[in-house]
């Protein structure tokens, strides 16, 4: 059973270069989310996908991008990464967009010098 | 604005009874959740409450009073796994999740 699978686990990365985190699921999910999460805060919503297709902003949007080409995977790139984006990224998925369980990738930290 | 409180971290026995409160404040509401999240892992999902009153699921308990925009959760026969944040989340009125920064729950023998 993998549910979501994120990748990389860790990883280190120059300021200025470009990174994109990878997240798939196979439970036929039509909501997706990316997340971050740093210590004393919250998760803070990054961009989320209702459906394939579409995306949507969340709270902290600036510095990423995503795309939702299928139902499956849910990239999210740094185009330039900075030292401000140094955290532990979660991927997540729901069976629809209005409140419901939410499953969680298993993270990808990283750190940007 | 919106805003979800809930305490920093709190300590309690093996075997004993802890309540985790959280306050919120969001524009709208639709349900509140809540997530336990063991160091280094993956959230996962505990508990949802939309009306107002107690949830009971084995050892776990989540509370709802929607007039005081409060919660708690209930962790009964405490045991040395239960150590690990737990996270509560409120729905605001376009259905996103307000996540509060976690208590960290710390269980002694």
């Known amino acids: 059973i993998a549910g979501i699978t994120q990748a990389p686990t860790s990883q280190i990365l120059a300021a200025g270069r470009r990174m994109t985190l990878r997240c798939t699921q196979d439970?036929?999910?039509?909501?997706m989310y990316w997340y971050r999460q740093d210590l004393g805060l919250g998760l803070r919503l990054i961009h989320y996908?209702?459906?394939?297709?579409?995306?949507g902003k969340g709270e902290v949007p600036d510095g990423y991008s995503v795309s939702r080409a299928n139902t499956d995977d849910f990239p999210l790139t740094l185009a330039s990464a900075v030292p401000s984006q140094t955290s532990v990224y979660f991927c997540?998925?729901?069976?629809?967009?209005?409140?419901?369980?939410?499953?969680f990738g298993e993270g990808s930290r990283l750190t940007v010098l | 604005g919106q805003n979800i409180d809930q305490p920093t971290e709190m300590t309690a026995t093996e075997g004993a009874i802890v309540q985790i409160n959280c306050t919120y404040q969001?524009?709208?509401?639709?349900?509140l959740f809540w997530y336990q999240q063991h160091a280094g892992e993956a959230p996962t999902f505990l508990s949802y409450?939309?009306l107002d009153g107690l949830e009971e699921k084995g050892r776990f308990s989540s509370f709802l009073s929607r007039s005081k925009g409060y919660s708690y959760l209930l962790l009964k026969e405490l045991q040395m796994k239960d150590s690990a944040s737990y996270l509560c989340?409120?729905?605001?009125?376009?259905?996103?999740?307000?996540w509060g920064a976690g208590t960290k729950l710390i269980i002694k023998p």
């Open positions: 997540a998925s729901s069976d629809s967009a209005g409140p419901g369980e939410l499953f």
């Open positions: 439970m036929r999910h039509n909501a």
């Open positions: 996908s209702n459906t394939a297709g579409t995306t």
């Open positions: 969001t524009s709208g509401f639709n349900g």
């Open positions: 409450n939309v």
């Open positions: 989340a409120g729905t605001d009125s376009n259905y996103q999740l307000i």
